[in-house]
């Protein structure tokens, strides 16, 4: 059965940090993206990883403050956070796909992906 499991969010303050982690298992996978969705927002990609270049995608709006990263031995994929603001506060997810996908379209159409995670809720107190 393929599976991403995502975790590891929580209550943080104004720069603080966060790591989300994303178990991927049941299947081959080639990238991984994070997505997040604060109420009445639509869904945001926010970071973008291939797997057989580790190249990184990344929105602007967390440039230089997320970091998108991989285990070399799992298909564990990681989100770290830092410098988090209010307006970081959103449910996270996680979502891949079951052929090869390029991040460049991904982080702009959540759509293009059918394996997503359950979602971890992240909330930047100030």
């Known amino acids: 059965q393929v599976q991403l499991v995502d975790s590891w969010g929580g209550l943080v303050q104004s720069g603080g940090s966060l790591k989300l982690t994303c178990a991927a298992s049941?299947?081959?996978?080639?990238?991984m993206a994070w997505f997040r969705q604060a109420p009445g927002k639509e869904r945001q990609g926010v970071a973008c990883m291939h797997f057989n270049d580790r190249r990184t995608f990344y929105a602007e709006s967390v440039k230089g403050r997320f970091t998108i990263s991989k285990d070399n031995d799992r298909d564990t994929v990681y989100l770290q956070m830092d410098d988090l603001k209010d307006e970081d506060t959103a449910v996270y997810y996680c979502?891949?796909?079951?052929?090869?996908?390029?991040?460049?379209?991904?982080?702009?159409?959540?759509?293009?992906?059918?394996?997503w995670g359950q979602g971890t809720q992240v909330t930047v107190s100030s």
């Open positions: 049941g299947g081959r996978y080639t990238g």
């Open positions: 979502a891949s796909d079951r052929v090869p996908f390029p991040c460049q379209i991904a982080i702009n159409s959540p759509l293009s992906l059918d394996l």
